[in-house]
């Protein structure tokens, strides 16, 4: 089916009040540059349809949401004239570099994922993809957030994949100031706990860097005239570092690594408290679920002196080597 007989009236009838697509569509759909899907091969057959639009928009130097736009609009035209195709089309804005970094650092996260996979999926250059990467990566112009340059850090690129220590989860809420009040005020009750601690510390101040000067000043007097309670936690959540994205291992600090060991099944060194006083095991590893005993976490491993039960209130402090331990 010869796909260059539905230009014409596509550009007249499906276009006809939107100038900036009609001018995206003459240049692409009738052009004679590289870019132009009557450039790629076999552009008349349907067929071809979504590896040529691919193509076209992966080739133009501007305007590639644009002619993303254009082209979702042509397929829905053909379709509605009975054109058999289906085409994914790139699930976020391509021209945006903070959405394809966003995408792209949640999209890796993935075992099976591969980075020659993404100049398909999101219809930008090989060449585009390295400078995102490079700039996820911190290696090149860290894209900024709040102020705050955003990395993930400890990578490894390998065999066309990118491993991370830590995996970013971007996650930029739209709430109101009670449902941020509630918010941090359980943040600060999980505080309480040794084990989550830096977790929920971190995320307070993620949470109370991105409010507004008037925000702030809000929840400061909801704290001391209607809902009293001491403030110092809360003004305490001023960042005094620049980084946006705190790996597992940042926030298993202060003889606490447990949590980040069980998740990720990492080995561990524990001090911990028995009853004829403070022992230390080695090479711990997690070999089931964390339960309760008499209202107290517990945790199963093995470990370099046999199976242990350990419970959560009698862990003095877990490090990753036995060197942490010893200089901690």
Known sequence: MRIDSYIDPFIKTGLRYDRDLKKAAR??????????????????????????????????????????????????????????????????????????????????????????????????????IEGDLARLRGLDDPIQICGHPFIVEDTERSGGQLRFASTAHPLFLTENLTQVLIMLKGLKQMAQNPMYRKYAEATACDIWEQLSG???????????????????????????????????????????????????????????????????????????KMGHRDQEWTMEVQCDQGQKTLVESRVLRSCYTLEELTNY
């Not at 076209?56 to 130097?61: A, E, G, L, T």
């Open 214 to 288: 008037y925000a702030k000043d809000r929840i400061r007097f909801v704290l001391t005239d209607l809902l009293p309670e001491d403030l110092s936690w809360y003004e305490g959540l001023e960042k005094e570092d620049q980084d946006t994205f705190y790996t597992e291992r940042r926030c298993s600090v202060d003889g606490n690594v447990w949590l980040d060991c069980l998740k990720n099944e990492k080995p561990f060194c524990v001090e911990y408290l028995e009853e004829e006083g403070p022992v230390v095991y080695t090479n711990c590893r997690c070999t089931g």
């Open 27 to 128: 240049r692409l759909l009738k052009g004679t540059s590289r870019d132009a899907l009557t450039q790629q091969p076999g552009f008349e057959e349907s067929e071809y349809l979504e590896e040529n639009m691919r193509s076209s928009v992966k080739s133009c130097v501007r305007g590639k949401e644009t002619a993303v736009q254009m082209y979702r609009k042509f397929a829905a035209y053909l379709e509605a004239q009975g054109v058999d195709l289906t085409v994914q089309f790139p699930p976020i804005p391509v021209d945006n570099s903070f959405e394809r970094l966003m995408f792209i650092a949640k999209y890796l996260q993935s075992p099976e994922a591969r980075i020659a996979d993404l100049p398909d999926l999101l219809w930008v250059s090989e060449r585009t």
